[in-house]
């Protein structure tokens, strides 16, 4: 009944259907269409593109004059303030999960490391970019040295911004975008060490896809074989609490 | 010819193919769900930039306040609903569109009632079309069963330019379309101003959306209406 009314109030292009939408939107199998149309877009995104298709890369002379940070913009928890307080002489990055040689790395380490350097652009699922140039070390090069087993399908990052409840911020990836040659865990942002409010002292760059994935202050990075036990099983926080999507290449 | 007035005025014929019918209502919801879903998104960042990039700190050239809960879907602010609305709705409106022009290439609907014909772009031809639009003069009888000049030019405006421009420019704000396609950034001098196009572009559909409800108002809405649901139309009697 409800169906048939709002679909001769569609025709009629009331704005009362707007209504008629949410309450379909409610319905479990309108909704689980909704929330698997990202399936469709990784599908076809990943059909239309090289495994290893570059996102544009920028002249100098295009970097964005402030580069906008969003989320959190310090985590200011006590453990975050200590490693801060210690120039991050005391923070590390730990490597595990499904992996053969688990790893605790410090920046110093990471520097020691060799780097990629990209000026790309960040897109925020909100709709504004900001065109920014990153330096630091591709993730393939730290799962290559941290062993990892051939059953992992996913790579989950944790990091230090608590986001209420004692939950930390977390998101994950699969290998297509973890081995990308752009995907890198950056140290630098416009030629200087990350500012926290743009997640000193390590963020991910995964530059297929929306901001929301490029996880800041991270802590460690694990293998999984699977999502379902991370958080609430849609690999992120946002997907967890906000409904957004997991794959964000759109 | 006596008495053939009436037989005449009371003449149905199939005016709208089945395709074009189904392609109609299907773009009817599809592209209201598009918009509001649409603007649900745009208030996430109601600003609009040119260029590569745009956030706070860069100059807009369009900042405006938040579109009410009146027309965004779902009805209150929820980014990422609006986002599933509209990210599941436009693959099936962008191969719907792309399956239409096929098939009216197919069976020459683009051809036979779209295509401008010879004399029709003629400078006297088009303004004689504005003239007898503006006093409202629909024609009648047989005539009313071909599109005039100022019909085929906002049907083919539609599907051909700002149909096509509205997907290009939605699929240009995908990071992994970026990546897919590159060609798309330069196509419309980055992601900002695509994101621009867009919304100038959705704002055009709602214009001729008015337009077209207006014609529809004053040719007759049951006539109109009735075919495009069965595809039988009734010829307008000629005037006297």
Redesign the interface.
Known sequence: MSLILS?RA??L?A?A???G??RL?RQEPVRE???S??N??KW??RG??DRN????E?RPD?I???F?ANGTSNPNTEAYKAVWRSGFADWRLRVGGLVGHPLSLSLAQLHAMPHREQIT?H?????????GKWRGVPLSLILDAARMSSRARYIVFRCADDMGDGNGYYESIDLVDAFHPQTILAFALNDRPLRVANGAPLRLRV????GYKHAKYLTAIEAVESLSGIGKGKGGF?EDF????WY??? | MDGGDSSMSSATVRRHRLSTRLWHWLNAVLLYVLFTSGLGIFNAHPRLYWGQYGANFDRPWLALERFGSWVTLPAHYNLALSRHWHLTAAPIFAFALLGYMLWSLVNRHVQRDLAFRRGELVPGHVWQDIKDHARLRFPTGEAALRYNVLQKASYVGVIFVLLPLVILTGLTMSPGMNAAWPWLVDLFGGRQSARSIHFIAAFMLVAFFLVHMTMVLLAGPVNEIRSMITGRYRLPEPRR
Do not use: K, N
């Open positions: 679909r569609l025709i292009g704005g259907t707007l209504a939408c949410d939107a269409l909704l929330f149309a990202d469709f877009h076809a995104q239309l593109m298709a570059l996102a544009r920028f295009q964005s004059p402030t906008r652009r897109d925020c699922v909100e709709g504004w970019s900001a065109i530059e297929r896809q929306l946002w906000s409904g957004y999507d964000a290449g759109i």
